[in-house]
């Protein structure tokens, strides 16, 4: 079940000589000959802030047009992320230069107990960036940077509908130590706890991160410690089935180091962490556990160690990338039918870049190299990337064009490989490396108000892991392999005045798949997608106190025979936010999840989440 896109190597040599040739033509008047930097502040959602608990990393990806969340309940209580068409093992979590992973299921590779202070905006790499940044995730990356800490702090009470409430506090300090030696301490600690919109949809959160930070003129070096205790219960939530009072609650440890250093031809950044999660699911609430199979209790452990970075060699800007991870699954009441409990891993990936043309107006760029995947389970993989850019700067803004291949493996998680081959969760042992060839083309027209990009992408996914259902067997689902050929348009206009914010976006998607000999009926991942999805964002400035912030969210979703009701949804997320005038950091929240009650299921079978109401009040100093 292998294939590689071949056609790919030609469109890019074709590309190539189209741009190539388009940079030669004198496009640019005289008035135009010199470059004008220009940025636009980027704000992709409208709401950083949930109704239904306190925010995490993944709260800001709810309504992002470049991702889409899929949650069962709570989306802060779990959360499958997917990009581009890609499920939701297929993208990764990286924070400095390591991707934290989850050795168990792709399903809590967002548990990343980080107060969301504590990181930058993600970025979501795809393509090279994807193939570069990159580990184990075949199809995108979300990044994050450790910004510097400042002097601040920051209260939240709230309450809400559903006995919901929940409170966060976090306080920073710096200390200057002569010269350009600064020392910093993060504290922070927050907590939820509500009933649910829905009977057994209840929740109990808890998390706590400590940060020290040394910044020394051209680099900095942190130590954080998180730990985060995340109990929560949804019907159906991973079953499918609603009758089903299922409960999930994780227990994440994390130790994360990381050191980054500007030098004059480039920089790099070195990062070393450990994860411990456990985890106790059951799929009916009102059984007692015995600890026998069936009870499905997990427990593993992720060391990891990586350093990217950048060095100028000439004309050449050599961009690396290294990553070491050991996993282990420590203890399983289910998952013991597998040939392996660790694994470890390794990946390399160069890929220079060069300018081949550049003048005042414009610059064109091409970009080569090569990723390696290894396993000392799995197969070896060498993934091929290229692309060429050419983005030109005039005096009312830049515009950019590009094309590139890349290619990106990954390896499935021990739910996958050791799971029984039968019973409620069917794994299969046998299934391997993954592997995914993308070719995208994509424009951008940036100015200082506004921004425009359109992206068309074409993807052959081989060997996918997806969990499918078979009417013969309607109590299980079983993991089986497919060939998926994925293509897609993503176009997103974002557009800024005095007093309103606007990020208004379209994604499309289509899907063939092939799962061999596999009997198949539905796919509760694959093909559970959305052919047409639209969101629009806005933050609208109503009274100098008082803004408005709507998140919305139309959605035809791809047909699906688990799906118990429409396959259309229309979600908004809202929220009227007020800042005192005389009490400077002082404001409160009046916020909204599924204001409109959409009965959605972003799980074929698995209720939607309820409408949220909250009202909160937060201080910041």
Not at 296 to 302: G, I, K, L, M
Request: proline content about 3%.
């Amino acid at each position: 079940m292998t294939r590689r896109p071949s056609i790919a190597i030609s469109l890019l040599c074709s590309s190539f000589l189209s741009l190539s040739a388009f940079t030669q033509a004198d496009e640019i008047s005289a008035d135009e000959s010199t470059l004008t930097e220009v940025t636009v502040h980027e704000r992709r959602v409208a709401n950083d802030q949930p109704a239904g608990t306190f925010a995490t990393p993944v709260t800001v990806l709810r309504f992002d047009p470049a991702t889409e969340l899929q949650s069962r309940g709570l989306p802060e209580g779990q959360a499958d992320i997917a990009v581009r068409g890609g499920l939701f093992e297929n993208t990764g979590f990286k924070v400095a230069a390591v991707t934290l992973t989850d050795p168990q299921t792709g399903h809590y590779a967002a548990e990343l107990p980080f107060d969301p202070a504590l990181l930058s905006t993600g970025e979501i790499r795809t393509g090279i960036d994807n193939s570069l940044g990159g580990f184990n995730s075949s199809v995108a990356t979300i990044a994050y940077s450790l910004p510097e800490i400042s002097k601040s702090g920051s209260a939240t009470l709230g309450a809400g509908s559903d006995s919901l409430n929940f409170q966060s506090l976090r306080y920073a300090t710096v200390a200057e130590r002569g010269g350009d030696v600064t020392l910093g301490l993060q504290l922070s600690a927050a907590m939820s706890e509500g009933d649910g919109s829905v009977p057994d949809g209840d929740h109990d959160f808890a998390r706590y991160n400590v940060q020290l930070q040394r910044v020394d003129g051209n680099s900095q070096s942190d130590l954080i410690i998180a730990y985060q205790d995340k109990f929560y219960g949804w019907p159906g939530a991973y079953t499918g089935f609603a009758t089903l009072p299922e409960t999930d609650h994780t227990k994440t440890s994390l130790v994360f180091g990381n050191h980054r250093r500007e030098q004059d031809h480039g920089w790099w950044e070195a990062s070393a962490f450990y994860r411990g999660l456990e985890d106790d699911y059951d799929f009916n609430r009102t059984t007692q556990e015995s600890g026998a199979p069936g009870s499905f209790d997990h427990e593993t452990e992720v060391y990891g160690a990586g350093i990217h970075g950048q060095v100028r060699h000439g004309t050449w800007d050599w961009n690396y990338a290294l990553q070491l991870t050991s996993d282990k699954l420590l203890e399983s009441t289910d998952l013991t039918n597998g040939n392996f409990t660790s694994r470890n891993y390794a990946s390399v990936r160069i890929v220079p870049s060069i300018d081949l043309a550049q003048s005042d107006n414009h610059i064109v760029t091409l970009r080569a190299g090569v990723a390696v995947d290894s396993s000392n389970r799995d197969s070896t993989e060498i993934l091929p990337v290229i692309g060429i850019s050419r983005r030109t700067t005039t005096s009312w803004g830049s515009r950019n064009i590009s094309f590139e291949y890349a290619g990106a493996s990954q390896v499935p998680g021990y739910t996958v490989l050791n799971s029984r081959p039968t019973g409620l969760f069917g794994g299969n042992p046998e299934l391997g490396r993954e592997r995914a060839d993308e070719v995208t083309l994509s424009f951008a027209w940036e100015a200082t108000s506004w921004r425009t990009d359109v992206t068309g992408f074409y993807r052959q996914d081989d060997d996918l892991v997806d969990w499918t259902f078979a009417s013969g067997a309607p109590f299980a689902r079983q993991a089986n392999a497919v060939d998926v050929d994925v293509a897609g348009a993503i176009i997103s206009v974002t557009r800024s005045w005095s007093s309103l914010d606007v990020v208004a976006a379209y994604n499309y998607l289509n899907k063939d798949a092939d799962y061999g000999e596999a009997t198949v009926d539905a796919s509760f991942y694959a093909l559970n997608f959305a052919r047409h999805r639209v969101t629009l964002a806005l933050r609208y400035d109503l009274f100098d106190s008082v803004q408005l912030r709507l998140d919305n969210e139309y959605r035809q979703q791809e047909e699906n025979a688990l799906r118990a009701n429409s396959d259309n949804a229309f979600l908004v997320s809202a929220a009227l936010a007020w800042e005192s005038a005389h009490r400077r950091g002082l404001g409160v929240v009046l916020a909204a999840d599924n204001l409109t009650d959409d009965d959605y299921q972003q799980f074929p079978g698995t209720p939607a989440v309820g409408r949220h109401l909250s009202l909160s009040v937060r201080y910041d100093w």
